[in-house]
């Protein structure tokens, strides 16, 4: 979408989430990320995060609570996986979150859309403004609906993209991808990404998200560097 003011039809989001807001001020606010508020001087999203954080994780507690009959210690580090950054920008990818951002010019040049952490707070600021408008229930259900069919990915899942960019850190590499193709309707498209090592080719990958091919991508660099 890659908005450039706040005059925005946030229809499509509310259907996706299942959630019509009743003041409409609280989705774009949710929306506004620091570096767009600091340049139109409005308020960003970080108030607003804060307070979905904690949301999420009492939505979360009560999932784990009434689903896992383990201790507290096994429960605190299961829920500290199932929202942790990259849990939540799996969550995001599900809805297209990234798409609807808020950037400013610069953080948007140099691909604060694809940013897990730009992202995760973003979909935090989203429960916070779902609970204000809508109290606690409406935020549980989006979790219900868009976290909780993830959860077992998410305890089980590795984060390639993390482990290639560690791996690449480690050696002073620079690391890029690009999405290369996309076909087929806007409910159900496919992506082709590319990551780059510099300049050279690493891998590719493809996925119903541009995270998931994203992902596939550094996941077949890692593979690949594995067999040299």
Do not use: W
């Amino acid at each position: 979408m890659n908005n450039t003011d706040l005059r925005v039809d946030f229809s499509l989001l509310e259907n996706t989430l299942g959630y019509v807001f009743k003041n409409k001020e609280y989705i774009k606010l949710a929306l506004t990320h620091s570096s767009y508020a600091n340049e139109h001087n409005i308020e960003c999203n970080e108030r607003l995060e804060f307070l979905g954080d904690a949301v999420l994780e009492l939505a979360m507690s009560r999932k784990l609570y009434d689903t896992i009959d383990l201790d507290e210690g096994v429960l605190t580090k299961m829920r500290a996986k199932a929202v942790c950054e990259s849990a939540l920008d799996l969550y995001a990818s599900k809805i297209n979150l990234a798409d609807y951002l808020y950037l400013g010019k610069g953080e948007e040049a140099t691909g604060g859309r694809e940013r897990p952490a730009i992202i995760a707070d973003a979909l935090e600021a989203v429960l916070g403004a779902v609970y204000l408008d809508g109290g606690f229930e409406a935020a549980r259900e989006i979790v219900k609906k868009f976290f909780e069919p993830y959860f077992d990915d998410v305890l089980k899942n590795k984060d390639y993209k993390s482990l290639l960019q560690e791996k690449l850190q480690s050696e002073k590499r620079s690391i890029r991808y690009e999405i290369v193709r996309d076909e087929g309707p806007a409910n159900n498209k496919t992506f082709e990404a590319v990551v780059y090592m510099d300049e050279i080719l690493m891998g590719r990958g493809i996925g119903k998200t541009k995270k998931e091919a994203q992902q596939q991508a550094a996941k077949d660099a890692l593979e690949k560097e594995a067999k040299i």
